[in-house]
């Protein structure tokens, strides 16, 4: 891996590919359209909403252009060989009060919670990395610790 490097999924990197064909195909063509349509309105000078579309323009192509370098120079994950946890596995661990979830640890890049992903960074997914099935983690919450359990890798 290239020092620096962002390394994603296979289900990361198509996440990422579908928002980025949304914010080209989609929403720049869409704000650009309404955009020309309140320029065409007459006076801009002081009109918020033309403010408001020219910076959400602005944060859209700033995204895109985000995901697609991101996208040019991402790695894919390699697999581990030895059944630890590492980037890209997908873990199921149980808590100190029983109750499960499971996990796909990701790069921070393609961490989304919604999704069933967490980041390496975040206090779980480094207290989980390079552990195996039916190791412990303990990880320092601001309402004390909590121990979680490995139950599978996958």
Do not use: C
Not at 2 to 31: C, M, N, P, W, Y
Not at 35 to 57: C, F, H, T, V
Not at 125 to 130: D, E, F, S, T
């Amino acid at each position: 891996m290239r020092d620096g490097a962002v390394q994603l999924t296979s289900a990361g990197r198509s996440r990422l590919e579908d928002e980025l064909a949304f914010l080209r195909d989609v929403k720049r063509r869409e704000l650009a359209d309404r955009l020309e349509d309140s320029n065409e309105d007459g006076d801009i000078s002081d009109n918020s909403e033309y403010e408001d579309l020219k910076e959400d323009l602005v944060m859209t192509d700033r995204r895109i252009q985000e995901l697609e370098y991101l996208l040019a120079t991402a790695e894919p994950i390699e697999p581990s060989q030895d059944g630890s946890i590492h980037l890209g596995s997908v873990v199921t661990i149980v808590d100190s009060d029983g109750e499960e979830a499971s996990w796909t640890l990701v790069d921070p890049a393609e961490a989304d919670t919604r999704a069933g992903s967490i980041s390496t960074d975040s206090p779980v997914g480094r207290a989980l990395m390079g552990r195996h099935p039916g190791d412990s983690a303990t990880v320092e919450t601001p309402g004390g610790q909590i121990v979680y359990t490995v139950v599978n890798v996958a």
